[in-house]
Nanobody
Framework: QLQLVESGGGLAQSGGSLNLSCSTT????????IGWFRQAPGKEREGVSC????????NYEDSVKGRFTISRDNAKNTVYLQMNNLKPEDTGTYFC????????????????????WGQGTQVTVSS
């Protein structure tokens, strides 16, 4: 059974850092593009950062460029999101998702009714 489990969320101060992990089981990770999405209260889920199955191409939402870095270790079946210089507007529930999307940009545009999703991890950034 294909599963994705997020971890690493928590409370951080503005300017601080968190490193999220997405651990996967039940499928060959290197066959799938992976995306990190977030949902703030009262807002739609948005693609934050995505990476192709090979790891060669990444995509970032404009507000996180230069602050967030996505990476993957297919041997460990894990994808990471390093978040630096956190801001209060980064607060939300962060989800990882898997899909056979061909590009990182397409992955970040994926809707919630497609692909495979984890349960999410909460990130709260205080000012």
């Amino acid at each position: 059974q294909l599963q994705l489990v997020e971890s690493g969320g928590g409370l951080a101060q503005s300017g601080g850092s968190l490193n999220l992990s997405c651990s996967t089981t039940g499928f060959r990770l290197d066959d799938y593009a992976i995306g990190w999405f977030r949902q703030a209260p009262g807002k739609e889920r948005e693609g934050v950062s995505c990476i192709t199955h090979s790891g060669r191409t990444t995509n970032y939402e404009d507000s996180v460029k230069g602050r967030f870095t996505i990476s993957r270790d297919n041997a460990k079946n894990t994808v990471y999101l390093q978040m630096n210089n956190l801001k209060p507007e980064d607060t939300g529930t962060y989800f990882c998702a898997a899909s056979m999307r061909a590009t990182a940009q397409a992955m970040c545009r994926m809707g919630t009714g497609q692909g495979y999703w984890g349960q999410g991890t909460q990130v709260t950034v205080s000012s």
